[in-house]
C-alpha cells in the first residue's frame, strides 16, 4: 500500500501564541522547532512510508526538512491548518497515494512504534482518528485514500471528523493513545508534559 506521512507546520511567527502566558516568543519559536525536528527524526527510516511530506507557507521551515531529503510543499500563502491538509492531500492524491497520515508536529510523545501500532489499527479504505487527551482535538488522522473527507481541524475536530466519516458511509477506527493524545497547545498541556519529564530541561 503506497502510504505517505504528512506534517502541516504554521509559520514560526504565528507558531504557539496561546503559551504566550508561559513561554516568550523566542522560546516558542524553539519549543515548536524542537518538536518539528523531533517527529522528522521519529519518521525517518519508517519503512511503511514511501514518502514524507511537509506543507508549509514558511519558507524557512525547508532548512530543516531538506537535510532528511523529505518533500517540502510551499503554500502560496497561509491558509490555515484544514487549508494546509487539503493542500497535501491533493498534491498526494495526484501521485496514486493510497493513504495519507497527518501527523501534527507538536506531539512530543510522538514514536514510530506507537505509530506502527495505528497503522496495525487502520482500515485499508477508511478514516483512523487519534484523538488528543481533552478528546476534542485531532492529533493523528488515517485518511485511505487521501480525499475521502474534507478535513475539519479546529475546535472539537474528532467529534466533526468522525461525523464526516460517517457522512460517506466508510469504516471508522477511533485509536486511544496516551503518548499521541499529547500535544502543546494550552498552557495546562505545557504543564502536564513537563510534569511527566523527570528533567525540564529536555525540552530546550
Not at 525536528?37 to 530543516?64: A, C, K, R
Not at 502560496?76 to 491533493?90: C, F
Not at 479504505?125 to 482535538?137: C, E, K, N, T, Y
Not at 499529547?182 to 511527566?196: A, G, H, K, N, R
Amino acid at each position: 500500500m503506497r502510504i505517505w506521512a504528512v506534517i502541516p507546520i504554521k509559520t514560526l511567527e504565528k507558531a504557539k501564541n496561546r503559551l504566550a502566558s508561559v513561554l516568550s516568543k523566542e522560546d516558542r519559536k524553539k519549543l515548536v522547532l524542537q518538536l518539528f525536528e523531533h517527529t522528522l527524526q521519529e519518521l525517518t527510516d519508517w519503512q511503511i512510508l514511501e514518502g514524507i511530506l511537509v506543507v508549509s507557507s514558511d519558507p524557512y521551515i525547508n532548512q530543516f526538512v531538506a537535510p532528511y531529503g523529505f518533500e517540502f510543499l510551499l503554500e502560496k500563502q497561509p491558509n490555515g491548518l484544514n487549508g494546509s491538509t487539503q493542500l497535501a492531500a491533493e498534491f498526494l492524491d495526484r501521485k496514486g497515494v493510497e493513504a495519507m497520515l497527518v501527523v501534527h508536529g507538536d506531539l512530543p510523545l510522538v514514536s514510530q512504534k506507537e505509530l506502527n501500532r495505528l497503522v496495525e489499527a487502520a482500515p485499508s479504505h477508511g478514516i483512523l482518528i487519534a484523538p488528543d487527551r481533552h478528546q476534542s482535538g485531532t492529533n493523528v488522522l488515517w485518511v485511505a485514500p487521501p480525499l475521502i473527507i474534507p478535513f475539519a481541524y479546529g475546535c472539537d475536530s474528532f467529534q466533526k471528523h468522525q461525523e464526516l466519516a460517517n457522512n460517506v458511509n466508510c469504516p471508522l477506527v477511533i485509536f486511544q493513545s496516551e503518548t499521541l493524545g499529547l500535544d502543546i497547545d494550552f498552557p495546562d498541556d505545557f504543564s502536564f508534559y513537563s510534569q511527566t519529564m523527570s528533567d525540564h530541561s529536555k525540552l530546550f
